[in-house]
């Protein structure tokens, strides 16, 4: 006999009540409703648009724009098409996105690692700059960045030069101080592994740099004489202060004084046996970034024609790199031994580039080139041509033995010999800087914020166990702590990043020209305000899915596997 | 004077010798004295049970031991090295000692296989193969040979607590220590954890035990420890501690706990 009782006869067949099949009915119903509604709002919105002659159309793309933009390439005149004035608008766009993704990125790990400092300088510090940045509206900030910080750059006649033009004077004793430093590092410290004396000897190097640089500058009279009462003086305080150090103190502040009076006492010898080089080198200085009101002027890059042949080169150095890391790890895997294949992967990389510069370098240049001198072809030397900058900016790169070149600005100056731009500048706007300054420095506060919850969320115990099976603090910090803390990190991260690229669109409020702003123009030129708005809305639309399919990427190599 | 007896230690290390040396082992949390002038000496082999109430110090003092936390006064001698601010000393020990943690702590993003080979792997340089064969041996030790694959998230609280043993064993340490394995496990999966270490006091494995299971301590430990406010109140066998300890303390714990 079957012990299941059978459920109660019903007029509704069997399956009409599988709980399975009345989910997909349920969803199909619910389609159907929905294709219906959209279509009516469709057709409404039609009928009204035609009536009042708006029917969305892209013809009017290939009509010449009339408008200039203030930030475009050089091809760009305001007889361009609004098609060709949207594609500088993107361009602009992906502009900032790009380089403001990099930075807010960096400068969002740098505060978030700050937050969670022992000092309590700094984290009060970056406590206050994410508050502050995240409770202010993104808008005001940019208007700040715009309106106050940018216009109160000097105008160009006085533009800000950094460095200044002049000359370097670097003294050899600086360098007496690294090789110290290094060798206190390497010869010294092996030896003295308990705390109290490690501890006297980082403030033993510290003082040592610190008093010979003091006496350099304020007793320079007796530099390299013995006799002198300030020799004297200084060696009694020396001596003075270490007996009383070593006898008298104890507890916390033995080790540290020590260390100081020692570093004190070695430094006056130092000075006074005349051991520290008074002399030094000098280095011409020439300004690499302009800032003035109307922008910044930054060193250009410019690939010449041996830039091809070099970074194959570079590939290739890259190409083995990999190959080198794989291989490498894969022997250590099999046979224990450890081999450091990260400094030979870099050695590969760095030998290359070098290598490659130099062999690129190696074909001469023609000593005689045509240049053209007042519409006739003449032959001349090479210096002399560019020395009376005869050369073409074509000719520039075919007659470089650099696969780079490297221009600092030159100013460009008017007859009363005032500063009025810059030939050979990569320029940036004020509007563009204040526009990346703005995005950036408002998203990593919130970037600063999930990097801390993030490396939080790993329990103190996974580090705990890490370390208890011997792993160093940089394998716990790499192979336990960083992939946990991904995976907390990147889901909000990605939101993070689709804000700023979205945000790029307040560019509208300091004219900045980017996608929006353009088409904004666009629309009220035209009056094609459907089409304006979709096309809009694409763009942004497909640059987030970009956004988010690198991330979703990123984001299924950190998942988890539970129950 | 600590340098000489660490030298000592280092070469006439003998069979009668105690691999862990603690001497007058003070710590403080701020102003708490968690540790009040602590020493034990622990022989190879010999399996060591600590009770105690609460707050008493059991987890810290076993934690000084492997160096997941600082004491501030007297010395600390594992194997012959002496556990000073000196990394190499320190990683050293690590090597030599085992942790099993209440939590289990086992990773989360690595199967239950990577956790075990990842010490020897990194820290003693195995090839995979060796490191691989040793975690299935090891797997097979402690009852659980078929979930190699799987991730901790995907094992019941007694099967991660065996893999956390497998995983401390793998590293071959010369002493265990475990900070109550069995105490975030239900009832029906203490068993099979307590088993596992039973048959380990029996390979001769030194261990440092702190748990509640009185069972256990009767049955393996060599010598039992009572702590109380930071101090060894009392010690002993096991059957000298549970039927003719001296001190008011232990026989109102016992009196609690049994
Ligand atoms: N990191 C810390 N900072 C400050 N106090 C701490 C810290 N860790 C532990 N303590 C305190 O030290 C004391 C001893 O802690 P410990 O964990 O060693 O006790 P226990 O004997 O293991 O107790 P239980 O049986 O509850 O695990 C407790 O009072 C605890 O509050
Ligand atoms: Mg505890």
């Not at chain 1, 009060?124 to 994410?130: E, F, K, L, N, Q």
């Not at chain 1, 001469?364 to 001198?373: A, G, H």
């Not at chain 1, 990346?436 to 919850?453: M, W």
């Not at chain 2, 040793?134 to 190699?148: D, F, H």
Request: aromatic fraction near 10%.
């Amino acid at each position: 006999m079957s012990a299941i009782s059978q459920p109660s006869r019903s007029i509704i067949p069997a399956f009409l009540r599988d709980s399975r099949v009345l989910q997909v009915i349920g969803q199909i119903i619910f389609l159907i409703l929905l294709v219906l509604a959209l279509s009516q709002l469709v057709a409404g919105v039609n009928e009204q648009l035609q009536a009042k002659n708006l029917t969305p159309n892209f013809s009017f793309l290939n009509n010449p724009a009339g408008f200039d933009i203030g930030e475009k390439p050089d091809w760009y005149t305001r007889d361009n098409t609004y098609l060709e004035a949207f594609i500088v608008g993107v361009t602009n766009t992906l502009r900032v996105v790009s380089v403001g993704l990099v930075a807010t990125t960096l400068l969002g790990i740098l505060f978030g690692i700050f937050l969670l400092s022992n000092n309590w300088l700094l984290r009060t510090i970056s406590r206050a700059y994410v508050e502050i940045l995240r409770n202010t509206p993104l808008l005001v900030q940019l208007f700040a960045w715009y309106f106050i910080v940018m216009f109160s750059l000097p105008q160009i006649r006085d533009a800000i030069a950094f460095p200044q033009e002049g000359r370097a004077f670097i003294a050899v004793r600086l360098l007496l101080y690294v090789v110290v430093y290094f060798a206190m590092r390497r010869y010294v410290r092996p030896f003295s592994v308990d705390a109290p004396r490690r501890i006297a000897l980082t403030y033993g190097t510290i003082t040592t740099i610190v008093a010979a640089e003091l006496a350099f500058h304020f007793l320079p009279e007796s530099y390299g004489d013995l006799t002198n009462v300030s020799f004297l003086a200084y060696a009694a305080v020396s001596i003075v202060g270490f007996v009383v150090a070593w006898f008298y103190l104890h507890g916390n502040l033995r080790w540290p004084i020590l260390g100081v009076v020692g570093g004190q006492f070695l430094a006056g010898l130092l000075f006074y046996f005349g051991v520290l080089p008074n002399s030094g080198f000098r280095l011409d200085v020439y300004p690499a970034i302009y800032i003035s009101i109307r922008g910044f002027a930054f060193p250009e890059i410019l690939p010449t024609n041996r830039f091809v042949a070099w970074a194959v080169f570079v590939t290739v150095g890259l190409v083995l790199a990999g190959i080198m890391w794989g291989y490498f790890g894969r022997i250590t895997e099999t046979t224990g031994r450890v081999i450091p294949r990260g400094r030979y992967a870099l050695l590969a990389i760095i030998g290359f580039t070098v290598a490659g510069w130099l062999l690129v370098g190696i074909e001469p240049l023609p000593t005689q080139v045509p240049v053209d001198q007042d519409g006739t072809i003449v032959l001349m030397p090479l210096e002399e041509a560019r020395t009376q900058d005869l050369l073409s900016a074509e000719d520039v790169r075919l007659y470089s033995t650099q696969p780079i070149l490297l221009t600092l600005p030159q100013e460009r100056r008017n007859r009363g010999g005032v500063l009025t731009g810059f030939n050979n500048a990569t320029q940036i706007s004020p509007e563009y800087m204040a526009l990346l300054l703005g995005l950036v420095i408002y998203t990593s506060a919130f970037i600063a914020e999930i990097v801390r919850a993030g490396i939080q969320a790993v329990p103190r115990g996974q580090i705990e166990a890490a370390r208890s099976i011997g792993l160093s603090t940089a394998q716990t910090l790499n192979m336990i702590v960083l992939p946990q803390a991904l995976r907390v990190i990147i889901p909000p991260l990605t939101n993070q990043y689709l804000n700023l690229a979205k945000n790029s669109s307040l560019a509208l409020a300091i004219a900045f020209a980017d996608m929006f702003q353009i088409m904004t123009t666009t629309m009220n030129q035209s009056g094609q305000s459907v089409t304006g708005i979709t096309i809009i809305m694409i763009g942004y639309l497909t640059m987030s899915l970009v956004i988010s399919l690198v991330m979703n990427l990123v984001n299924s190599r950190f998942q988890l596997v539970t129950r | 004077m600590s340098e000489s007896l660490v030298e000592q230690g280092a070469v006439t290390q003998m069979a009668d010798e105690p691999i862990i040396f603690c001497q007058n082992v003070n710590k403080w949390f701020g102003e708490f004295h968690v540790l009040r002038d602590v020493s034990l000496e622990v022989m190879p082999k010999e399996v060591v049970v600590i009770l105690g109430p609460s707050g008493s110090g059991k987890s810290t003092f076993i934690r000084c031991i492997n160096r997941l936390e600082e004491h501030q006064e007297g010395q600390i001698i594992v194997d012959g090295m002496e556990l000073t601010h000196d990394v190499r000393n320190i990683a050293a020990i690590r090597r030599e000692i085992g942790m099993v943690f209440q939590q289990f702590n086992l990773f989360p993003h690595k199967t239950v296989l990577e956790n075990i080979t990842l010490g020897p792997m990194k820290v003693r340089h195995w090839p995979r193969d060796r490191a691989e064969a040793k975690a299935q041996e090891l797997l097979n030790r402690v009852g659980i040979p078929e979930q190699a694959a799987k991730y901790p998230g995907q094992l019941s609280g007694g099967q991660q607590q065996r893999v956390a043993i497998a995983r401390a064993l793998a590293m071959e340490p010369k002493i265990m220590l475990f900070d109550e394995p069995t105490s975030a496990l239900d009832p029906e999966m203490i068993k099979e954890v307590l088993d596992v270490m039973k048959e380990l006091a029996r390979s001769g494995m030194t261990m440092l035990v702190v748990t509640h299971e009185m069972g256990f301590a009767r049955e393996v430990a060599d010598r039992v420890i009572f702590f109380d406010h930071g101090r060894i109140v009392e010690q002993g066998t096991p059957d000298y501690f549970f039927e003719e300890a001296q001190h008011e303390r232990t026989k109102l714990f016992l009196s609690q706990i049994l």
